[in-house]
């Protein structure tokens, strides 16, 4: 017999928000267009995707505790090829 899902449980849902990395001189950052504010920097790629994770959902927890909306993923990437010189 399955258990009844608890309130909490049934109103999450997957959202998939675009992360845009970047190496710098000496770090990692992480920023996510949808979402202002929200950024993370580490040491090295895998620890900047580690805590960016970890700031989305901190985000959107204070999105919802504050009775703010939480905006829909509409960023979207790709790449265009040229000839360089």
């Known amino acids: 017999m399955e258990r009844p899902l608890e309130?909490?449980?049934s109103e999450k849902v997957i959202m998939r928000?675009?992360?845009?990395i970047e190496k710098g001189e000496t770090s990692w950052g992480a920023y996510v267009p949808d979402l202002?504010?929200?950024v993370a920097v580490g040491e090295t790629e895998a620890e900047?995707?580690?805590l960016i994770q970890e700031a989305i959902e901190f985000h959107l927890e204070d999105l919802t505790e504050s009775g703010a909306q939480i905006p829909s993923p509409m960023s979207k990437s790709d790449y265009v090829e040229i000839l360089a010189a």
Do not use: F, I, L
């Open 7 to 9: 309130s909490s449980e």
């Open 36 to 38: 202002p504010g929200c």
């Open 17 to 20: 928000y675009m992360v845009v």
């Open 48 to 50: 900047v995707k580690q």
